[in-house]
T-cell receptor, first 117, second 115 residues
Framework: DTGVSQDPRHKITKRGQNVTFRCDPI?????LYWYRQTLGQGPEFLTY????????KSRLLSDRFSAERPKGSFSTLEIQRTEQGDSAMYLC???????????????FGSGTRLTVV | AQKITQTQPGMFVQEKEAVTLDCTYD???????LFWYKQPSSGEMIFLIY??????QNATEGRYSLNFQKARKSANLVISASQLGDSAMYFC????????????FGPGTRLSVLP
């Protein structure tokens, strides 16, 4: 297991279509995070899971967005009725449980770049 | 209010010279961590260096060092002996122990290393 894998790397879709992205975390990491990064900006937090439980969702995660992690391993992020404003890089990350410190084995994937035309 | 501020949208540095990328942060949580990530054009976020709020010494990792000034709430990244491969976006980020599990990132600084 060499890191966090995301699929696809690139996705071009027409406005109004649904898209789904997949993230496979590092196997021993029980926490999984989704971030969105628009052009010229830093990543922004969307949501995170501990095992299969979705514990936090950002206000950025509108009703058209849904994330799942059904078995506590891989996760999917679905965007329904895509809009041009959804065009961004979607980054996944995974980590070990916190031991009360801020730095605990946090690894990002290479992202899925979505372009809505 | 912005929690992470990076005031340099772009920086140029001559190869083999040192460069400092600025970062200031805002938090009321006494326990937090500060991070620098490098993002090349391929898109992956590469972890560079970490500084904990209780760490007494500035962090160093090879050519990277973090100039941590807690009272001023600044965490500048210093890259020594710049290389052409250092050209990338650099993001400063913070995690607050008492405020969830997510990072807050700054807007980034684009570093260009000139031959």
């Amino acid at each position: 297991d060499t890191g966090v894998s995301q699929d696809p790397r690139h996705k071009i879709t027409k406005r109004g279509q649904n898209v789904t992205f997949r993230c496979d975390p590092i196997s021993e990491h029980n926490r999984l995070y989704w971030y969105r990064q628009t052009l010229g900006q830093g990543p922004e937090f969307l949501t995170y899971f501990q095992n299969e439980a979705q514990l936090e969702k950002s206000r950025l995660l509108s009703d058209r967005f849904s994330a799942e992690r059904p078995k506590g391993s891989f996760s999917t992020l679905e965007i329904q009725r895509t809009e041009q404003g959804d065009s961004a890089m979607y980054l996944c990350a995974s980590s070990l449980p916190s031991r009360g410190e801020a730095n605990y084995g946090y690894t990002f994937g290479s992202g899925t770049r979505l372009t809505v035309v | 209010a912005q929690k992470i501020t990076q005031t340099q949208p772009g920086m140029f540095v001559q190869e083999k010279e040192a460069v400092t990328l600025d970062c200031t942060y805002d938090t009321s949580d006494p326990s937090y961590g500060l991070f620098w990530y490098k993002q090349p054009s391929s898109g992956e976020m590469i972890f560079l260096i970490y500084q904990g709020s209780y760490d007494q010494q500035n962090a160093t990792e090879g050519r990277y060092s973090l100039n941590f000034q807690k009272a001023r709430k600044s965490a500048n990244l210093v890259i020594s002996a710049s290389q052409l491969g250092d050209s990338a976006m650099y993001f400063c980020a913070m995690r607050e122990i008492g405020n969830g599990q997510n990072f807050v990132f700054g807007p980034g600084t684009r570093l260009s290393v000139l031959p």
